[in-house]
């Protein structure tokens, strides 16, 4: 079946409304209509060939919410109506020890939303800038926020499980402090989350003019690190760094914030390279730089039903379609509070 989405030809062309083909569901499928889709920094690297390997045209898209509109004969755990998410990835081996351990996200054969090869034409697969998706149950995730807080919800399917998962990895939670570097789409979601887990939660930003917001996210404090003296004042203090610059810049401003043993997970994933740190940093106090890719499914679904029963969404500007391109340049200013969700109704429009 055709359906509208928006997306682009090249990596210099803008997104413009397109239409895509989209498989009858199977067996074991799910046919969602998009009610909402965030949009994720990734979305803007892929779409404008700053990552590898992009294919075009590249429909983006990976914080996808909706209803589920049909099911196929052996799905049993959806059926239509259901509120429901689907997040970076659609499908994976099923058969090897990351997806038999629910960490189908580290999968050598994990399939991504967008860009990843697939048998539906035209060969990959394509995201949820679009009206409708069809994914196997396996990959889809059920939603128990109230239906009013929907577009809200869009965003923790990627900013939300990608600052979840390493935050329980490296046990977040009471008596332990807790930095989070950047303070936007998967930042701010990072402060709700370490704050919800019950940790003493620090914001970096280099914007002054989210100091005081950052306090009203959840931090305890901020510090903005472009501001030696305050960068100073937590050296050696913290147990978890989660950094989720999307570009590069020094590691050691941050590393030496470590106490012994502290790590730094790396989730921003700029284009080029990070300056390489001084290995002094890590010898000296035994600190670790780490790095972590979104998360399961059982993970997602745990971090989902975490945020349902905490009444945690993520702050959100909702646009139409039209809003996308100029949504992206806001993006790269760093001029958004905190993510733009878009309203999937105007696709076709
Ligand atoms: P975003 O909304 O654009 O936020 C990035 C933040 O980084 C900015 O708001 C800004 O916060 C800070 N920053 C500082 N210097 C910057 C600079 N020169 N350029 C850009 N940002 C700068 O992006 P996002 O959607 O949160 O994604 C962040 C990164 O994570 C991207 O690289 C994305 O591809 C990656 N990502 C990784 C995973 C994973 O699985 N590891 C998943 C999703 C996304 P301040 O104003 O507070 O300084
Ligand atoms: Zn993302």
Redesign the pocket.
């Known amino acids: 079946m055709l359906v509208h989405a928006y997306g682009a030809h090249a990596g210099d062309k803008p997104l413009e409304p397109l239409q895509i083909q989209r498989r009858a569901p199977g067996a074991h499928d799910v046919q969602i209509d998009i009610a909402y889709c965030g949009?994720?920094?990734?979305?803007?690297?892929q779409v404008r060939a700053e990552?590898e390997g992009t294919q075009f045209p590249c429909v983006p898209g990976h914080e996808i919410v909706g209803r589920v509109a049909a099911v196929g004969n052996h799905v049993s755990s959806f059926k239509v109506g259901d509120l429901v998410g689907v997040g970076?990835l659609v499908d994976s081996c099923k058969h090897c020890a990351d997806c038999d351990e629910g960490l189908e996200?580290y999968c050598d054969g994990m399939i991504g939303t967008y860009n990843f090869p697939t048998p539906d034409a035209p060969g990959w697969t394509m995201g949820g800038y679009s009206e409708q998706i069809v994914v196997h149950e396996r990959y889809v995730l059920r939603i128990r926020h109230p239906a009013q807080d929907l577009a809200a919800v869009a965003p923790l399917l990627?900013?939300g499980?990608?600052t979840y998962s390493p935050l329980r990895h490296w046990h977040a939670g009471p008596g332990k402090k807790v930095g989070i570097?950047?303070?936007?789409?998967?930042?701010?979601?990072g402060i709700k989350l370490a704050r919800a887990m019950g940790a003493h939660v620090v914001?970096?930003?280099?914007?002054e003019?989210?100091r005081i917001d950052?306090l009203s996210l959840g931090a305890d404090e901020v510090v903005v690190?472009r501001n030696a003296d305050e960068m100073a004042a937590h050296a050696k203090s913290f147990d978890l760094i989660v950094n989720?610059?999307?570009?590069?810049?020094r590691l050691d401003d941050f590393l030496v914030l470590l106490k012994r043993d502290g790590t730094m997970t790396?989730?921003?994933?700029?284009?080029t390279p990070h300056p390489s740190p001084n290995v002094f940093n890590q010898i000296m106090k035994r600190r670790s730089i780490a790095?972590?890719?979104?998360?399961g499914i059982p993970e997602t679904q745990e971090m989902l039903d975490f945020c349902a029963e905490n009444g945690i969404i993520a702050d959100i500007e909702l646009i139409r379609a039209d809003e996308i391109n100029a949504a992206y340049e806001r993006?790269?200013k760093?001029d958004?509070k905190?993510?733009f969700v878009i309203d999937n109704a105007t696709l076709g429009r």
């Open positions: 949009i994720c920094h990734s979305d803007l690297h990552w970076c996200n990627c900013a499980i990608t570097v950047g303070i936007g789409g998967l930042g701010h979601m914001a970096f930003t280099t914007s003019s989210k950052a690190s989720t610059v999307a570009a590069p810049h790396l989730v921003g994933a700029p284009a790095g972590s890719m979104i998360g993006m790269l760093g958004i905190y993510r």
